[in-house]
Structures are given as C-alpha cells and as structure tokens.
C-alpha cells in the first residue's frame, strides 16, 4: 500500500510538396523584427522519460534567469506517446527561460541516482520563443504562435534532453550529460517515510512492475536484455531529406503535414513551407498525418508508422552509398484510396519500407466549389 501511495504521490507532483494547388498569401517569414525582444513568457515544465525506462526527481530543477521551477514527481512515456511526448507541469505562468538545469534522479531501470548542473542553451531557447512560429486551425485559421512548455527528458546512462514545444511543433534545445551520484546515509536519515521510498530497493521494484508504467509487453520485450544506452543519442542523428507525396488521379493534397521524428521533435508543414518542400537536416520519422482530397472532394487522413529498425537502417544505407546526399522519403496512394506505399529515395537507389503501418480513412468532403477539377 505505501508504493502506491508513493507512485501517487509523485505523480501528482508530476502531473499538475505537389500539383494542383493554389497558394495562399504568403506572409512574412519573420513576422517578429518589428516586435520588441521578450524575456518572459507563458510557460509549464514537463517531464518526459523514454517507455520501459521511468525516472522519478528526486529534488532540483530549472533555474532561470529570474527565479526557478522545481522539477518533481514520476516522469514515463506510458500513455502520453514516446520519447519526448509531452507530460504535465505545476508552475504554469509568465516567467523568465531556464539557464541551467540541476537535479537528482532516479532511474529505475538501472537502480541508480544521478546528478545534474550544468547551463542549457538560454540564448537558443530565448531566440526560439520570440520568434515562435505559423499555426493554423480550422477554428482560428492562420496565426503566429509560440512555445508554451519547456519539456525535460531523462534517458538511461544520464542522458538529459530539453525540447521547446507548443501547437504541433517540437524543437530541441540541446542535450546534456548527468553523473551517477549517491545520497549520503545522512540525508536519507533525515527524510520523512514517503521521501524514504526513494531508496527502498522494494519500492523500485514496485515501480518497474506496475503495468501502469511499464506496459506488460514492454516489460516481456526488455526482460534479461542490456539497457540500450547510446541509442538516444543515435536518435538525435540528422540526415538531410524531404518528404514527396504522390496522389491519385489528379487528387489535392492537404497543406499541412506533421512529422514526428525519433529524436522526440515534432514538426508541421504549412503553406509556403509545404509548398516549397526543400530538403533539410532532420531526425529520422517515426509518424508522418497528411490528408487528401480526390477528384471527386472525398477526404481522406493518412497515418504512417515507419518501423523503427527498417527506416534506420535505410537511412544509414542509402546515406552512406549516397555519400550524405539528399533523400527522398516516398509516401504514393494507391487508387482506390486504401493504401500507401512507403519508400526512401536517393539519387541511383531505392529502399522499399514494408513493414511500415499504415492507416487510410475517410474524413470530411469538400463543398462543390473546392473539388478539384
């Protein structure tokens, strides 16, 4: 019952490119150069630690160039998506940008604390907020927004890494390097019971089998098998590519398209940057959701899940016969609007993606006068 009321407990502190389309206006792309440079903004921390690999804070957290937020409370991906999905914080409010970041951890996984505190990159975060970024919706259209969480993920071997996040948009702010540490017998003595269950090998035990935490066919999957340490360091690999959509029968894509990519960004496509479609240094997809109309104004939303082994090891293939030259990753419906086929183009080769996932539904209809002709 005192595990439970422990995991309770520190998760509430935790909780609280194409043809066929007309462009719109093009609005500044720098739409900020005008506008005073801010300091404080509207913002909540979030934790965040890759599934099968929970952390919990122990104490310390974000200090800013005004002031500090604390980090707490039980940080895991179940439920909330993967590395880098967006868990929720306490201190929502106007506030100044972290400048370092110090705190103790727990990982679970390999039953051991580490310490943090160290600077993060103020000037990049800083620059990223007043600058913020195009949104759109249907209810409020086109309009310039910014970053509202700065989200903080603890991978294993002491990984730190720090994401600036808000609409559908994703950006990394840096990474950074823990050390194991050990709280003193003293300290420990002085803590109340629940703080206690930090150190309480039963208790980590507790956590590590909770179904709730650790999903029973994660915990199968990582059982007697080494922690990949490395391995999100290998995420945050960039590869210079785009993405090219091919529709049938003269159909109408969607402008906007959202990418999110193994290294915990997220990034969406709109107007001119869907339509210009340049290559670009990015993290390798894990999802891409784009939407189509056919010539008839049916609507269909797409979801495509790339495995996670074959579209690495298509990277690092093609990359390297390609000498790091430009890719192309391929997404063609098939005609009867059921299907699409996946693969990762260069310049001489092409690498099939077959073991991609892949969803096709129907979704709204155009009204006459937008059916494409």
Known sequence: MKYLLFIILVTQLGACQNKHIEKPPIESKNMQTTQHIKTTFQWSEGLNAPLGYPVSVYRGGLELSSGFVGLSGLATASGFGGWGAEGNGMSNGIKSLPKRINCIWLSYAEDCMYEIN????????????NEGFIDSNRKRGRKMDTY????VGF???GVVVLWASGGDKKVEIGRYQGEKTIVSPEE????????????????????????????????KLNKNKPIPFGLWDIYREKHSWRPIFSIPDEGKMNDRVRIEKYNGENETLL???????KFAARAIPQRI????WDKNGQGYGCNVILNESEIFDAFNKLSKEESGGNLELLLKTNKTNSFIVVSLKGKQNEIALIKSTIEVFESSKLTKEFKVE
Do not use: W
């Not at 990159?121 to 907020?129: A, I, P, S, V």
């Not at 509202?148 to 989200?151: G, P």
């Open 118 to 129: 160290c600077d993060v990159d103020y000037e990049k975060t800083l620059k990223l907020f």
């Open 271 to 277: 107007y001119e940057e869907f339509y210009d479609n």
């Open 155 to 157: 991978a294993p071997g």
């Open 289 to 292: 959701n784009f939407g189509y």
């Open 188 to 219: 420990i003595a002085k803590l109340d019971s629940h703080e206690k269950l930090f150190f309480d090998p039963a208790m980590r035990k507790h956590v590590m089998d909770n179904p709730r935490i650790v999903p029973p066919e994660v915990q």
């Open 148 to 151: 509202n969480k700065i989200m």
